[in-house]
């Protein structure tokens, strides 16, 4: 892959179509649709990152939801996961706006990029192991592109943990053997990269309370502060 800038990169990822499962399931859910979202001309294909070719912050989550950005064409935006997300953004001053409804909605981010180490939609959530390898590159592309200016990475998810290292390694940090282990909170420095592990604020953890909205800020605001940008402190 010869990307040589990050919206190049970003519109060859909207053009792929090499796990035929998620190509499939993409497009059916476009066609189909949901009752409440209609009137929608649904995006129904790659979802790319989303921030700043300049970031110093990447979050790295599993990949769209059916109804959120493979609707809107935007990592996290227009789902839930998405509302818990980009309200914390706001809330440590990394976020122009607490909400994410559809791209041209004004929301910027500062310093901070959103990615995914599977680009398609998968059914129930689940993308399969195949599927992460096939879409693993493009995370290596984008990882190597940002590796001037990128000093930190939130990591959310144990899927996304597993999908995400083998990346760096791939990009060129010092993976080390055995591999860093999951946790919530967890925190590893590679060379000149902190890793920081984090509850994926999906539903099932946000509504049960295993993610509450402090844990997720005291997260978003530690890594913010180890890639030298300037979070907003607790109210």
């Known amino acids: 892959?010869?990307?040589?800038?990050?919206?190049?990169?970003d519109r060859r990822i909207t053009d792929c179509r090499a796990?035929?499962?998620?190509?499939?399931?993409?497009?059916?859910?476009?066609?189909?649709?949901?009752?409440?979202?209609?009137?929608?001309t649904y995006w129904g294909r790659p979802v790319p990152g989303f921030g700043p070719a300049d970031a110093r912050l990447l979050i790295v989550g599993l990949a769209p939801a059916a109804h959120g950005g493979n609707r809107t064409g935007r990592m996290f935006t227009g789902d839930r996961s998405g509302d818990v997300l980009y309200k914390a953004?706001?809330?440590?001053?990394?976020?122009?706006?607490?909400?994410?409804?559809?791209?041209?909605?004004?929301?910027?981010?500062?310093?901070?990029?959103?990615?995914?180490?599977?680009h398609c939609a998968p059914p129930a959530n689940k993308p399969t192991p195949g599927e992460r390898d096939t879409c693993r590159p493009w995370l290596v592309q984008e990882l190597r592109l940002l590796r001037p200016t990128l000093r930190a990475v939130v990591v959310l998810g144990r899927f996304g943990w597993q999908a995400a290292l083998p990346a760096f390694a791939e990009a060129g940090w010092p993976v080390p053997r055995p591999r860093p282990a999951f946790a919530h909170g967890?925190?590893?420095?590679?060379?000149?990269?902190?890793?920081?592990?984090?509850?994926?604020?999906?539903?099932?953890?946000?509504?049960?309370?295993?993610?509450?909205?402090?844990?997720?800020?005291?997260?978003l605001r530690t890594a913010a502060r180890a890639a030298g940008l300037d979070p907003a402190d607790e109210v």
């Open 186 to 219: 967890a925190r590893y420095l590679l060379d000149d990269l902190e890793l920081f592990g984090c509850f994926h604020v999906s539903q099932r953890n946000t509504f049960t309370g295993r993610l509450t909205p402090v844990m997720l800020r005291d997260v």
């Open 1 to 9: 892959m010869d990307a040589s800038s990050l919206s190049i990169l």
């Open 19 to 40: 796990c035929p499962r998620l190509v499939s399931w993409r497009e059916e859910v476009a066609r189909g649709k949901r009752a409440a979202f209609a009137d929608w």
């Open 89 to 118: 953004l706001h809330d440590v001053g990394l976020a122009s706006q607490p909400t994410s409804s559809h791209v041209g909605d004004g929301l910027e981010l500062y310093g901070v990029r959103v990615t995914a180490p599977v």
